[in-house]
């Protein structure tokens, strides 16, 4: 069974720093479309940053500048880099990856792990 895993997430003061990772058991990420996505409480679940197989990234306006999405395909990893962090990037933060078209491709998800921004 494919199974996605994140770690990294945890409590941490306004302004500091995350590392988030996810990786991969049973596929081989070379060939999907990576992404970070967020779920605060009360709010629907929103696309953070995402990485194409080519290297091509994208970013929410929300997460512009402050975090940033990279890959290690040799370790089948995904990365999210936070930075500045502020008490509304609160959230469970959640790794995707896709393969082939939008409608009939593969879509995988992890569990999330928790982030959470407070003094």
């Given at each position: ?39 605060a409480p009360g709010k629907q679940r929103e696309l953070v940053a995402a ?11 929300s997460a512009e500048g402050r975090f940033t999405i990279s890959r290690d ?20 933060y959640y790794c995707n990856a896709h393969l082939g078209p939008t409608v ?16």
């Amino acid at each position: 069974q494919v199974q996605l895993v994140e770690s990294g997430g945890g409590l941490v003061q306004p302004g500091g720093s995350l590392r988030l990772s996810c990786s991969a058991s049973r596929i081989t990420f070379t060939m999907y479309t990576l992404s970070w996505y967020r779920q605060a409480p009360g709010k629907q679940r929103e696309l953070v940053a995402a990485i194409t197989s080519g290297g091509v990234t994208n970013a929410a306006e929300s997460a512009e500048g402050r975090f940033t999405i990279s890959r290690d395909n040799a370790k089948d990893t995904v990365y999210l880099q936070m930075n500045s962090l502020k008490a509304e990037d609160t959230a469970v933060y959640y790794c995707n990856a896709h393969l082939g078209p939008t409608v009939g491709g593969l879509d995988y998800w992890g569990q999330g792990t928790q982030v959470t921004v407070s003094s």
